[in-house]
């Protein structure tokens, strides 16, 4: 009767040790596969999202000396930058106008018309900022001087440093 009884303690107690055995491989073979998956997934996560959410547009571009803008007349500046669109590098080219009557203030005007997006060049003998496609026309501070745009001319955020311009980009 003490045998049986003791046998069957054994049997119980080596039955926990191979199912605290068996529960400690699960968990140790449950965590290696979540540090493997880890280790792989997220390079390919950042692979995937990661340029997706990266800078657009370079912080400030640099657009020439301010000397080169002469006064009281609109000057063209055209730009190349590097653009992230999600995992593709664009090389974007853009123009812009710089207007100082001063050399001290300016302002940086989108070449884009905002009707629909056309590009508008200064005219010398209308004074206006002039759209070949519906004809429209602003003035030299961006207003709206006739045609169908809704609104003026897009301001660019600019600075000045070391007699330098420079402009943020949208
Ligand atoms: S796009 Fe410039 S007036 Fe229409």
Not at 40 to 52: I, N, S, T, Y
Not at 118 to 140: I, K
Not at 141 to 164: F, I, N, Q, S
Request: hydrophobic share 40%; with cysteine; charged share 25%.
């Amino acid at each position: 009767m003490e045998d049986t009884t003791r046998q069957a303690e054994d049997e119980s107690g080596e039955a926990a040790g191979v199912t605290s055995r068996r529960r400690f491989l699960g968990y140790a073979s449950g965590l290696l596969s979540g540090v493997i998956a880890a280790a792989l997934g997220l390079p390919l996560a950042r692979f995937f999202v990661g340029d997706a959410f990266a800078k657009k547009t370079p912080d400030w571009v640099r657009l020439g000396l301010v000397r080169e803008v002469p006064l009281g007349r609109p000057q063209l500046f055209r730009l190349s930058h590097r653009d992230n669109d999600g995992w593709r590098q664009l090389m974007r080219r853009q123009a812009v106008y710089v207007v100082t009557d001063d050399g001290v203030d300016f302002a940086v005007f989108s070449s884009a018309c905002t009707h629909l997006g056309c590009p508008v060049h200064w005219d010398d003998a209308e004074q206006l900022f002039l759209c070949p496609c519906h004809n429209g026309g602003f003035s030299q501070d961006g207003a709206v001087a006739k045609g169908p745009a809704p609104r003026p001319l897009d301001r660019l955020e600019h600075k000045v440093e070391a007699d330098t311009l420079y402009v943020r980009l949208a």
